[in-house]
């Protein structure tokens, strides 16, 4: 899997745009392929697993696994 920082990404529409830590071209992210429990969204400057697929557009992820920072999963498991 690669990582990467999310770009941006918009709510409304379900899609926006991972920056690859390693460079190159930014790859499209659309909700449906986010890897988490309930509401499937990113935020711009989250950093993100991913693995890439080329498809007629170009890349785009097909897995994203946002990265669980230590402070947030510790404050998950005291709510």
């Not at 557009?57 to 696994?65: L, T």
Request: aromatic share 10%.
């Amino acid at each position: 899997m690669d990582t990467g920082t999310v770009k941006w990404f918009n709510n409304a529409k379900g899609f926006g745009f991972i920056c690859p830590s390693d460079g190159g071209e930014d790859i499209f992210a659309h909700y449906s392929c986010i890897q988490m429990e309930g509401y499937r969204t990113l935020k711009a400057g989250q950093k993100v697993n991913f693995s890439v697929i080329i498809g007629p557009k170009g890349n785009h992820a097909n897995v994203i696994i946002p990265v669980v920072e230590s402070n947030e999963a510790i404050k998950q498991l005291v709510e």
